[in-house]
């Protein structure tokens, strides 16, 4: 079992800069690939950005790549979303998440745990 807690997100105007994190609970974090997904209102969740257990290999969408970076720390057993370049359109409740793979995992189904989310808003 592992729980997920989301910060770090808020209020910030466009061009301007936010770093969220996810701080997870137990012990086989490392054994997790982990990713961030968003919800905007009136919309269904979608992928973000995802990264191995190892860290050794992300993916990001294409609607965020050269703006957002995904890392982790398996000491702190915490997840990164580094966004830079926020837009309006970025406005969202931005969730991270657990699941086993070898891989990175872009698929909500491959994740198993679920945080609660936070909300970025980006104003213009």
């Known amino acids: 079992q592992v729980q997920l807690v989301e910060s770090g997100g808020g209020l910030v105007q466009a061009g301007g800069s936010l770093r969220l994190s996810c701080a997870a609970s137990?012990?086989?974090?490392?054994?997790?690939?982990m990713g961030w997904f968003r919800q905007a209102p009136g919309k269904e969740r979608e992928f973000v950005a995802a990264?191995?257990?190892?860290?050794?290999?992300?993916l990001h969408a294409d609607f965020v790549k050269g703006r957002f970076t995904i890392s982790r720390d398996n000491g702190k057993n915490t997840v990164y979303l580094q966004m830079n370049s926020l837009k309006p359109e970025d406005t969202a409740v931005y969730y991270c998440?657990?699941?086993?793979?070898?891989?990175?995992?872009?698929?909500?189904?491959?994740?198993?745990?679920w945080g609660q989310g936070t909300q970025v808003t980006v104003s213009s």
């Open positions: 137990g012990r086989t974090f490392s054994s997790y690939a």
């Open positions: 990264i191995s257990w190892s860290g050794f290999t992300s």
């Open positions: 998440a657990a699941g086993w793979s070898n891989g990175v995992a872009t698929r909500q189904t491959d994740f198993d745990f």
